[in-house]
Each structure stands twice: as C-alpha cells, then as structure tokens.
C-alpha cells in the first residue's frame, strides 16, 4: 500500500512544524504574514485531519516502511496522545506568552525530537517525503527569515 502524496505532505508539515521551536515562536505568536497555527491547530491536524490514530492501527501495517520506522511511529502517537489528554483545551494557545510553556516542558521537548526524528527516518526511506521535508524546511526558514524582517522595520519606525 501507498500512501497519497497530499497525506505524506500533511504529515511532513505537521511534523516539522513540532520539530520547529523557531517556527512555532513565529506563526504561534501571529508574526507570519502567511501562515496560521498554534497548539490546537496542530493537534486537530494530527488527530482529526491525519486521523493519526487511524494511521497507527489500519494503514502504518500495510506500508513498506521498516519495522524501525513503523515502531517510531506508534511511539510518537502513544506520546503525542498522552501529551494531548493531559492538557485541556483552553490550557494552552491562546495567549502569546503560552508558547514560552511548551518549550520549558520535557514532554513536549521529547515530542519535537521524536518528530525530527521521523522525518529523518521517513526521508531516508521514502523520497518523496525526503524532498517535501527539504521543502517545507526552506519555507519554514523563508517565514522566520520573514519575521526578522519585519521585527526589524517595526524597530525602525518606532525609533523614528
């Protein structure tokens, strides 16, 4: 079995935006001019758009991934499901400062490097999901390059 392309996309967007302490400080805090997310926009990706529970039980056994990758998989969703019962909804993601709470939390750091490490595992046995990585990489840096920018001109006009 195959997965479609536009589901590996999703995938590799979600997982790098958890991998991404740089770019969630942007597009978290509302500073990206064209990208929109926070905590729970992350997580209805994963659990609601990727159905990635679905994914563990019905598809993940059908790829032509290795038994390394397909375990990693299951261990990410396991951590990604504790994570996410543990915190009620209105816990997290509203106020700009809450960010600064993910990144002080051990599970959550254990999270972003699970899903770092995913990608890499994924890329290294599947292209397709090696190139969109690369790509959505290059965006991600396109969009934080894009913030200092604009943090930079704010500066100079509230100096003049």
């Not at 958890?18 to 929109?36: A, M, N, P, R, Y």
């Not at 032509?64 to 990604?80: G, T």
């Not at 894009?146 to 930079?152: G, H, L, M, P, Q």
Request: with cysteine; proline share 2%.
């Amino acid at each position: 079995m195959m997965l479609p392309c536009y589901y590996k996309e999703r995938f590799v967007f979600a997982l790098s935006e958890l991998s991404d302490f740089s770019f969630q400080e942007i597009v978290w805090q509302g500073h990206s001019k064209t990208h929109v997310s926070d905590y729970i926009e992350l997580m209805c990706n994963f659990f609601d758009d990727l159905m990635i529970e679905h994914f563990i039980e019905n598809d993940l056994p059908l790829l032509d991934l290795s038994s390394v990758l397909k375990e990693k998989f299951k261990s990410f969703e396991i951590e990604l499901s504790i994570f996410n019962k543990r915190k009620e909804p209105n816990d997290w993601g509203y106020s700009k400062n809450d960010i600064y709470k993910y990144w002080s939390d051990t599970q959550w750091i254990k999270l972003s490097k699970m899903a770092k490490d995913l990608l890499e595992q994924w890329g290294k046995e599947d292209e397709f999901v090696n190139k969109s990585t690369k790509k959505v990489s290059l965006d991600h840096q396109k969009v934080i390059q894009e913030a200092k920018i604009n943090s930079v001109s704010q500066t100079q006009l509230k100096s003049n």
